[in-house]
């Protein structure tokens, strides 16, 4: 196991056989959002996206919760989250727009697959991060929840636009507008989470399951990726245009001719890592 330092410790790093584990570490705040932990997630993904160490991540939480958004409670301190003035600070919608394309935007779009760890409450900003993940494996005490209506606020970290990709148009706008809390089993139900396992059992599932995809075709894997985020915004005719490059380029690879002779030679392949 190698930890990495993030240059805070409201972010843990480490990378474990292959998998990279990313923690939200401020548990006596449900892992709120912060500036300095916004700002040391980005060189890290972009460390881990090139890395040949790491084949799969984990985002999770510390403690009870996954992430509660924003601090609330520093929103009041200054007197609003954008402070007092009335006025939109210009610098701030850009400073946030790069931070927003560089934390939740990579996750979604990241070349390597990314597992959301969900112990508890995943709310406000925090819901982007979990929403972002490609999988996401919950527990009994996993909850979902808007929370933005209930401050007064509209939505950021891609909150909106991922509930409309997930479950639809018409459920996004009631998850938005009504800020209902949502879990395990609806979660379930509404795609929203994966799996739930019991909260002693969540560290091992998420390791589980992302060990198993590190372990696999990991050129696959992000060619999937790819085509599964063009899915959302191409119709059928384009997506297929495009999935045969990435097709046939998976068919020149030795994972491919690796995979073929094990299923020929009836054993488990063994993938290059």
């Known amino acids: 196991m ?18 990279g584990i990313m923690t939200l570490n401020r548990p006596e705040s449900l892992n709120a959002m912060t500036g300095t932990m916004m700002d040391a997630m980005p060189p890290l993904l972009e460390d881990w996206e090139s890395s040949a160490e790491v084949g799969a991540v984990i985002i999770t939480g510390a403690g009870k919760a996954f992430c509660s958004g924003g601090d609330v409670k520093g929103f009041n301190a200054k007197g609003g989250e954008g402070g007092p003035s009335g006025e939109v600070d210009p610098a701030r919608v850009d400073s946030q727009r790069r931070n927003q394309r560089a934390t939740v935007g990579r996750l979604y779009s990241f070349g390597k697959p990314v597992i959301a760890a969900i112990s508890g409450a995943a709310a406000g900003g925090g819901l982007g991060f979990a929403l972002a993940a490609d999988v ?3 527990t009994p005490k996993s909850v979902m929840a808007t929370a933005f209506g209930g401050i007064g606020l509209s939505g950021d970290y891609g909150v909106t636009w991922l509930l409309n990709q997930i479950v639809g148009p018409a459920k996004a706008r009631e998850l938005i507008f009504f800020n209902d809390r949502v879990r395990s089993e609806e979660l379930v139900r509404l795609g929203l ?16 399951l992302a060990k198993t995809l ?7 894997f992000s060619r999937m990726k790819a085509n599964l985020a063009e899915a ?3 119709d059928l005719d384009a997506s297929m245009h495009a999935e045969v490059q990435r097709h046939l380029e998976c068919g020149v690879t030795d994972d491919h001719r690796e995979a073929v002779a094990a299923f020929v030679e009836k054993r488990k392949p063994v993938f290059r890592r």
Not at 3 to 13: P, Q, R, S
């Open 232 to 234: 959302s915004v191409v």
């Open 193 to 208: 989470l994966n799996w739930v396992v019991e909260l002693d059992e969540l560290p091992d599932k998420a390791f589980e």
């Open 136 to 138: 996401r494996v919950g």
């Open 214 to 220: 590190a372990d696999g075709p990991r050129g696959c």
């Open 2 to 19: 190698t930890t990495i330092d993030t240059g805070t410790n409201e972010l843990l790093a480490e990378v474990r056989d292959g998998v």
